[in-house]
């Protein structure tokens, strides 16, 4: 440990650099804006406290960037926000941060000492960076932001895939699928070490599957397509009304032992009317999962009340573990949710095709 400290302020320092090569090119446009004419002399001092490793309140980074802390609410959360609605927000003992609805894991939880909130000088000027360069374009997904901020939701995951890299050509395959995001709303699933809730992150996954499974001529059907809270008897009947070709219950493990770690499909233990047809969906589905490099788990039989309650095949796929802090991370960045996305979308077109 104390070889790798030296280490990391030689790349601090290389950052520095850059910060304040880009700090100097921002107070330039700001002084060509006008906006801000007149009060020079009250301005904080974007440089101030740049070279310094200390925490950095959260009123201070906000002064920084011209923007207003509000003080921490009850769960923790600390929003910085502009005049016009667009936010940062922080949540107390968590690394997971949201810089205008996307994600930023934190390199050291938010602390609050005295009633004031802090975060590391690194995270401050990551922050600081990830919010100049993300000046709402006015587009689709800005406006979503936008949306979920006024809904006073929890740290967003991106609304939906921004613009997956084009899918490759896949014959049409047809089928219905009903995908089921699990948990939502008051129920947030697996707290996941980095920050960022079960609930969203099977939400997000879940919309990547879609679009990959819509890009291929299957139907989708969601039982929830947002951050909303439904009963499980509610999702099976869902999907029973549907009739699907398979049912597809999306989730993320967590464990006491935080050195478990991979992904598994369940089956209904009980077998049921569509025993076989939902272990070959569980089989292509695993079989896809291991290009994501995680550890296979394997098929799982378990008595989940979706499998139980399911008239047609069903499977329940666990992506790996929030417990984990190193599997956490990883289903935090959108690439690696991306490729999960792309493995189970893929295992379900190979138990389509072969129906
Ligand atoms: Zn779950």
Redesign the pocket.
Known sequence: MQVSIPLRRVRWATRLLVALAMGASLVGCGTTSGTEAGDDGSEPDPSADIHSTAPIAVERLAARLRLRARPADRAGRVYIESADGDRILLVRGSRSISVRGTPYAATSDVEARDGTVFVSAADARAIERLWRKSIPTGGAVAGEGQQRAALELPPPLPPAPPSPPTPPPVARVGGTVVLDA??GGKDP??PGRSGIP?KNVVLDVARRVAVRLRAAGTRVVFTRDSDIFIELDERAAIGNRTAPTLFVSV??DSAENVSAEGFSVYVNRDGGPAKARSEVAARGILKEMRVTGARDRGLKRAGYRVLKKAHGAAVLVEMGFLSNYGESSRLARPEYRQRMADAIANGILRFLRGR
Do not use: I, N, P, S
């Open positions: 699990g948990h699933g697996a079960e989730h993320a």
